[in-house]
């Protein structure tokens, strides 16, 4: 984030969003409605606008300073879903929300770990509601790791790490940018990364925020890679899963 928000001080923080769309009348609705949300909640908005995938990814590469990305699926040529995709290999912490007519992509929501879908016409309430959930994940705090790569001291977000593998005298953390190597005791590490890891086999521990699907015998990440899955930890890393996505597409809030 940009500026962190502080609420407790009572001092305007500024949040930055992205809306990409096509239309320029929606581009100016959804802005029009995130300033309203922003004058009631003390909040300043760098809104950036782009009229087509192309170009938010032209302007993307000099500058990722996003915090939230409002994303219309039914573009022409590089549609918002497959921006997404693009985006997530790069960034795993921005909020993305998709905009759309039709709920025919709902489903990838799941496997790009979409904050919402809206639907248009928008609705106001449920714009105000999405943007009250962006900031609180905005808020919370960024869980690190210090690592040594190349004989530098590095810090890495957990959030981008990947799966953790274990082998006799280390262990590699793979993130979307490269592997580390960490001398770490398993279950000290695995206290480290928190509850958003699972361990699929005993050589293993998976960030279930990457996650595509789980079979039987094998956890199938975002990124393709597949993480063995024991007979005896299916049900409980199937829960977890479960549990994880549970509620991030209410219907309610649709």
Not at 54 to 59: K, L, T
Not at 138 to 161: A, F, G, H, M, P
């Amino acid at each position: 984030m940009s500026d962190k928000i502080n609420d407790k001080n009572n001092e305007k923080s500024i949040l930055s969003v992205a809306i990409c769309d096509d239309e320029p009348l929606s581009i100016d609705y959804v802005a029009h409605h995130l300033q309203k949300w922003a004058q009631m909640h003390q909040i300043i908005l760098r809104i950036s606008r782009f009229s087509s995938a192309e170009e938010f990814m032209f302007s993307y590469e000099e500058d990722r300073d996003f915090d939230v990305l409002f994303l219309d699926i039914q573009m022409e040529k590089m549609n918002g879903v497959e921006l997404a995709r693009i985006i997530r290999e790069k960034d795993a912490n921005v909020q993305i929300v998709f905009i759309t007519a039709i709920a025919d992509y709902i489903s990838e929501g799941y496997e790009l770990a979409a904050l919402h879908y809206l639907m248009k016409p928008v609705s106001e309430e449920k714009l105000f509601a999405v943007m009250d959930r962006a900031v609180k994940n905005c808020v919370k705090t960024e869980n690190y790791l210090l690592v040594t790569s190349d004989q530098i001291l590095k810090r890495i977000s957990v959030n981008s790490i990947l799966y953790a593998e274990t082998f006799a005298h280390y262990i590699v953390l793979a993130t979307a940018e490269g592997e580390y190597q960490v001398r770490e005791n398993t279950g000290v590490l695995a206290e480290k990364l928190g509850r958003d890891f699972v361990r699929p086999h005993r050589s293993y521990l998976v960030n279930l925020r990457h996650v595509h699907s789980i079979s039987k015998t094998e956890v199938l990440l975002d990124n393709g890679r597949a993480i063995p899955l024991s007979r005896y930890n299916y049900q409980k890393v199937n829960q977890a899963f479960i549990q994880y996505y549970k509620g991030k597409f209410n219907d309610e809030a649709f």
